[in-house]
């Protein structure tokens, strides 16, 4: 990640493009418009907090972790069997990136100074803070993509 760049400048987008202020969302959001300022403050949020607020924006966010070049051959992995019997799909993605990397959860800890039962904690609760996801690409020489869709009216 560039230094300048943010790493919740993606939600910074989402607002401007669906011409809502931060203080509109927290209120769809049932917060105070400072407890949401303060995520903007320190450029961090629990990823559940980031997808809540997609969800208020009418859309879906994920993330992906890609190595830096771009791939010419599509990989595709069987994310069900990644994600566990229990349906905990948030950090599915993460499954994901460190199956294909042949990341282990202990090599995480050690590289982010971490212990390991926190970051199991992490697939347990099913959440991870957004800036452990930027040093996870980091450590890993990876690209964070996030990855956001506009839901589909039913």
């Known amino acids: 990640m560039e230094k300048t760049e943010k790493r919740l400048q993606f939600i910074e987008s989402l607002l401007a ?3 809502v202020s931060k203080r509109e969302l927290a209120r769809r959001m049932g ?3 400072q407890n949401l300022f303060i995520y903007f403050q320190r450029d961090d949020m ?3 907090v980031a997808q809540a607020a997609a ?3 009418g859309c879906d966010l994920t993330f992906a972790l890609e190595k830096e ?3 010419t051959s599509p990989l595709v992995l069987d994310i069900e069997s990644l994600v566990g019997q229990n349906g905990l799909t948030r950090l599915a993605f993460l499954r ?3 199956s294909m990397y042949g990341i282990s959860r202990k090599d995480v800890a050690e590289k982010l100074g971490l212990n390991y039962t926190g ?3 992490w697939f347990r609760v099913d959440d991870i803070a957004i800036n452990y996801i930027f040093k996870i ?3 890993y020489g990876l690209k964070v993509r996030p990855i956001i869709k506009t839901k589909q009216a039913s």
């Open 17 to 19: 493009v669906k011409g």
């Open 69 to 71: 070049e771009a791939s």
């Open 31 to 33: 917060m105070s418009p």
């Open 119 to 121: 970051v199991n904690r």
């Open 46 to 48: 629990r990823l559940s």
């Open 96 to 98: 994901v990136a460190f």
């Open 55 to 57: 969800a208020e924006l």
């Open 137 to 139: 690409a980091d450590c």
